[in-house]
């Protein structure tokens, strides 16, 4: 009798949760018994520990990622008229936070092997309505922010960092969301740092900034019933801040597996004619150290590799499908239509493997040798 192979997803949180499972239940099962749910004591206690360990003043924990990115823009004053520049190559959120403050979303297309923002074309882009960059860790992988930090000191911009996707990725050294004025992260289940639901949270080391950042994520209320400013309903959920903090201390194990499952992947792959991601980001003379949300290659014959991988039971998934200037919701909000054939083209050719830090090196294997299969 022949066994049928066992199906690979795209990311395992089951396997996660049971390694974890009697600290997780344990913190949970102490929730319900305080009953504190809303602003509890493990919201603080995760603020406390996610500042520390991404050694940044302050950590702000909000409702998702999303929300991140609304309340950066919210507490930067952000607005009718002003345009802030990004990348097309990433998840709608990002333009979302930009269209729901009323500013115009302004697509600059990406470097053709690390897909985040290609500093030249923000360079382009600028003009004297310009506030702000919104560059995206995407996939993991951290922008090269001394160049954009460069140019927004020089005309006087504000760095909204989107760090979905990053959560314990180094640029120069340092945490991607720490460099800019303002990090965005998501803890959405199959994040890197992954929550049981929706989580969020905004980091800064300006004291003015937080305060305001605290005060929108609690329906603009500094202090109780005195509200100065619409705000929103944007906390941290208590139960998935008691589950980050049993996960928050295995970050680095799980981002170092996912650069092993990266490495491999590469070296499996490197004969093939498909574009691989970078292990490291080639411009950075300092420490860059990427996270591999996703592990991303390039291809002429995406469906091939599709359909094989699907036949074998074999998970793969396409981020994005439509870079975001060809999205119909978003191109409402914008004023040109700006010139992205790298995105375009990475949109029509990128395709992503299952990677997660439990996967192991017989499957990676097995997914390789489909992919060689299907390009054979
Ligand atoms: C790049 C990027 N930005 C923002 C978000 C929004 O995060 P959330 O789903 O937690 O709202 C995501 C999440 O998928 C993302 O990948």
Same mark, same amino acid.
């Given at each position: 009798?022949?066994?049928?192979?066992?199906?690979?997803?795209?990311?395992?949180?089951?396997?996660?949760?049971?390694?974890?499972?009697?600290?997780?239940?344990?913190?949970?099962?102490?929730?319900?018994?305080?009953?504190?749910?809303?602003?509890?004591?493990?919201?603080?206690?995760?603020?406390?520990?996610?500042?520390?360990?991404?050694?940044?003043?302050?950590?702000?924990?909000?409702?998702?990622?999303?929300?991140?990115?609304?309340?950066?823009?919210?507490?930067?004053?952000? %607005?009718?008229?002003?345009?802030?520049?990004?990348?097309?190559?990433?998840?709608?959120?990002?333009?979302?936070?930009?269209?729901?403050?009323?500013?115009?979303?302004?697509?600059?297309?990406?470097?053709?092997?690390?897909?985040?923002?290609?500093?030249?074309?923000?360079?382009?882009?600028?003009?004297?309505?310009?506030?702000?960059?919104?560059?995206?860790?995407?996939?993991?992988?951290?922008?090269?922010?001394?160049?954009?930090?460069?140019?927004?000191?020089?005309?006087?911009?504000?760095?909204?960092?989107?760090?979905?996707?990053?959560?314990?990725?180094?640029?120069?050294?340092?945490?991607?969301?720490?460099? %800019?004025?303002?990090?965005?992260?998501?803890?959405?289940?199959?994040?890197?740092?992954?929550?049981?639901?929706?989580?969020?949270?905004?980091?800064?080391?300006?004291?003015?900034?937080?305060?305001?950042?605290?005060?929108?994520?609690?329906?603009? =209320?500094?202090?109780?019933?005195?509200?100065?400013?619409?705000?929103?309903?944007?906390?941290?959920?208590?139960?998935?801040?008691?589950?980050?903090?049993?996960?928050?201390?295995?970050?680095?194990?799980?981002?170092?597996?996912?650069?092993?499952?990266?490495?491999?992947?590469?070296?499996?792959?490197?004969?093939?004619?498909?574009?691989?991601?970078?292990?490291?980001?080639?411009?950075?003379?300092?420490?860059?150290?990427?996270?591999?949300?996703?592990?991303?290659?390039?291809?002429?014959?995406?469906?091939?590799?599709?359909?094989?991988?699907?036949?074998?039971?074999?998970?793969?998934?396409?981020?994005?499908?439509?870079?975001?200037?060809?999205?119909?919701?978003?191109?409402?909000?914008?004023?040109?239509?700006?010139?992205?054939?790298?995105?375009? =083209?990475?949109?029509?050719?990128?395709?992503?493997?299952?990677?997660?830090?439990?996967?192991?090196?017989?499957?990676?294997?097995?997914?390789?040798?489909?992919?060689?299969?299907?390009?054979?």
């Amino acid at each position: 009798m022949s066994s049928v192979p066992a199906a690979v997803p795209m990311v395992d949180l089951r396997q996660q949760y049971h390694d974890l499972k009697d600290g997780i239940d344990a913190c949970l099962a102490d929730v319900l018994e305080q009953t504190q749910f809303i602003m509890g004591s493990n919201v603080q206690a995760f603020e406390a520990e996610c500042a520390s360990y991404l050694n940044v003043k302050h950590a702000i924990g909000c409702a998702n990622g999303t929300d991140a990115l609304h309340l950066a823009m919210r507490a930067l004053k952000l %607005g009718e008229g002003d345009e802030v520049i990004t990348t097309p190559f990433t998840f709608i959120a990002t333009a979302e936070a930009i269209a729901y403050v009323g500013a115009t979303p302004v697509f600059v297309d990406i470097d053709p092997n690390t897909y985040n923002l290609s500093v030249e074309k923000v360079q382009a882009a600028i003009t004297a309505k310009t506030k702000a960059i919104v560059p995206v860790h995407i996939f993991g992988t951290p922008c090269d922010m001394a160049p954009l930090q460069a140019l927004a000191q020089e005309h006087n911009l504000f760095i909204i960092e989107d760090c979905a996707q990053s959560f314990g990725a180094l640029t120069d050294n340092r945490q991607t969301g720490t460099v %800019g004025h303002i990090g965005c992260f998501s803890f959405f289940p199959s994040k890197n740092l992954g929550a049981f639901g929706d989580g969020g949270m905004v980091c800064t080391n300006d004291d003015a900034l937080a305060a305001d950042l605290n005060m929108y994520r609690s329906h603009g =209320s500094k202090e109780r019933y005195i509200h100065s400013v619409v705000g929103y309903n944007s906390r941290l959920d208590e139960m998935q801040a008691a589950i980050l903090r049993q996960k928050l201390p295995h970050i680095d194990r799980y981002n170092q597996e996912r650069r092993r499952v990266a490495a491999r992947y590469n070296e499996l792959l490197s004969d093939l004619p498909v574009q691989l991601p970078l292990l490291t980001a080639p411009e950075s003379e300092t420490p860059s150290v990427p996270v591999f949300h996703q592990y991303t290659l390039l291809t002429d014959h995406r469906e091939k590799i599709q359909a094989a991988l699907t036949a074998e039971h074999i998970a793969c998934a396409v981020y994005y499908p439509i870079p975001l200037h060809k999205q119909v919701a978003i191109q409402n909000e914008m004023t040109s239509q700006p010139s992205c054939p790298v995105s375009e =083209s990475h949109s029509e050719r990128c395709l992503s493997l299952p990677i997660y830090p439990e996967l192991d090196d017989a499957t990676i294997v097995r997914i390789a040798d489909t992919v060689r299969r299907a390009l054979s």
